[in-house]
């Protein structure tokens, strides 16, 4: 992955189908990477009779993406949820300007938490 950030020219060269291959086995890489990190947390939770989150759901399974952080971080989505999006809707008149206000203190977050990196913003 990070390789294709130092060798744009690999991605440029290739054609169509090559790229949403490569775009498909990335996230399916992420995916099984994310299964694994988290799976076994999960696990040890478990063993310490903590609730976790379940696990992800398949990133080839999902087809429409505002499904994907719901169902393929469930944790994050709750946590986003419960402590920043509902608050932020409960000082603000329910409206689409006010949902979409919510919505970007919550991209806010995230972007935050990734560092304040110009690849979080594409």
Known sequence: QQSLIFHPNVVNSLNLWALCGLVYFLAQFFQLKYVVMYGWSSFLA??????????????????LYSDTWRHFDNGLYLFL??????????????????????????FSFVCVWHGMIDRVLI
């Open 46 to 63: 478990h063993m310490d009779n903590v609730e976790a989150p379940p696990h992800p759901k398949c990133i080839g399974r999902i087809h």
């Open 81 to 106: 949820q419960q402590y920043i999006y509902l608050p932020v809707m409960a000082c603000l008149p329910t409206t689409l300007l006010a949902r979409l206000c919510a919505s970007a203190v919550c």
